[in-house]
């Protein structure tokens, strides 16, 4: 049951959920246009709404919430400025998702997405001076969130070389996208991923206990071997050998520490919730994936394969970093435990990640997936009833979180 402190937070949730049901609505939007026509509506637009969305009006605000959760078990106060943070990062979110449906790249986007990232500086610089990290002997949890929090300034360096290169006159189409990949790269692959995976293990171990010298050797490595990594994302432009094998060698060791760390938490991780079990699931077979990308004929296959780029994002998104951030809502009391919409949402990604993928596998042999596009609007439109499921839980345990008399009343007058 939620607390008072939580029961504050929890309006948050509510938002990060609401946010989830329109993210799913965009997404079925997207497979209809696809397969259907849709008037005025800019395909394009609408794509670059439902990414920006995403990442602000779900992701982060998901992780923010978890983070200042965890305030309350350090006895770290809620501050106004934090609140504020919270408003400001909502109200963005919607300012975007209505910018980049209406105008595209135009003014009014590009300097709400200049506010979102240093709305991002203003996070991170709130967790610093609530001195969230200050103890003795730092664990192999902390090792994961300050790394997350690293790569999440990092990340904007981006937007800001892409602007630069705008405005110098740089119209290198190469450059431009690298610009964007190194964005992508560190916000999903650095901070959100490093994030959640470090949070879930805060929220289920004691990090002390677990703390010793091989979890922070491995936690290390699956931190530093993220800047390496990057190297996957510049392969499509055929570069020199080299950056095959530096990507190679940090998918490896990505992988690597990924399984030590796993390994060495194994006994926790087995009496771990289904939505934790199948997240982790998806990072392992999504580090696997990073490893054969480096191979160039299956690299230049799948930066040539749409259907691939976009299971690849899904994997990650839908497959590991959704997944997680409902279970930790379960685990802080944002949400109940429903476990049978927790079995529908991983059946649904499943089966759409399966397509996305299958179907390209399948192509090489000359076998195609009739309907295909039905099949994964289809597919899609069920994602969105999904998250209304969650926000409708969310929202009934909140209510009687606030009511308790209230509830107390209704139920005796239950025959």
């Known amino acids: 049951m939620l607390s008072k402190k939580n029961t504050n937070l929890s309006k948050y949730a509510v938002w990060a ?35 920006h969305f995403a990442f602000s009006g779900w992701i982060f605000l998901s992780i923010a919430l978890l983070f200042f959760y965890q305030f309350e078990k350090q006895n770290l106060q809620l501050s106004k400025r934090i609140k504020w943070l919270f408003a400001l990062t909502i109200a963005i979110s919607f300012g975007m998702l209505a910018s980049f449906f209406f105008t595209g790249y135009k003014a009014i986007s590009i300097v709400l997405s200049t506010l979102f990232i240093f709305v991002g500086y203003w996070f991170v610089v709130e967790l610093v001076r609530s001195k969230f990290f200050t103890t003795s002997k730092p664990s192999f949890v902390d090792i994961l969130l300050k790394g997350s929090l690293i790569f999440l300034v990092l990340s904007s360096l981006g937007p800001f070389c892409l ?71 510049i392969l499509w432009v055929e570069p020199p050998l080299w950056v095959n094998v530096i ?107 399966l397509l996305l993928f299958g179907s390209e596998f399948l192509a090489v042999f000359q076998i195609y997936i009739p309907n295909l596009g039905l099949l994964l609007f289809v597919t899609n439109i069920m994602l969105p009833v999904v998250a209304l499921a969650y926000l409708l839980n969310t929202i009934n345990l909140k209510f009687k979180t606030a009511n308790p008399a209230k509830n107390k009343i209704l139920f005796n007058k239950i025959p």
Not at 30 to 39: G, I, N, P
Not at 165 to 189: D, M, P, R, V
Not at 217 to 225: A, D, E, I, K, N
Not at 302 to 321: A, D, E, P
């Open 163 to 233: 602007g630069y290169f705008k405005a110098s006159g740089f119209k290198s189409f190469e450059l431009q996208q690298s610009a964007i990949y190194f964005y992508l790269h560190f916000q999903l692959n650095g901070f959100m991923q490093l994030a959640l995976i470090g949070l879930c293990f805060k929220f289920y171990l004691n990090p002390a206990e677990k703390t010793g010298k091989s979890t922070i050797f491995w936690s290390r490595g699956l931190v530093w071997s993220t800047l390496p990594l990057y190297a996957m994302f």
């Open 17 to 51: 959920l609401v946010n989830f049901v329109i993210l799913g609505l965009a997404g079925a939007i997207l497979r209809y246009m696809q397969v259907f026509s849709l008037a005025n509506v800019n395909y394009k637009f609408l794509l670059h709404s439902h990414s």
């Open 247 to 353: 990507a190679f060698l940090s998918a490896v060791l990505h992988f690597v520490a990924w399984l030590i760390l796993v390994f060495r938490l194994k006994a926790d991780i087995k009496s771990s919730t289904f939505l934790m079990r199948i997240a982790f699931s998806a990072i392992t077979l999504q580090f696997l994936f990073q490893i054969l990308v480096a191979f160039t004929a299956i690299g230049n296959w799948t930066f040539g394969s749409r259907n691939l780029i976009i299971g690849y994002v899904h994997l990650l998104t839908l497959g590991s970093l959704s997944p997680l951030i409902i279970d930790l809502f379960t685990k802080a009391g944002f949400l109940k435990n429903i476990s049978k919409v927790n079995y529908v949402f991983v059946a649904i990604t499943v089966f759409y990640l």
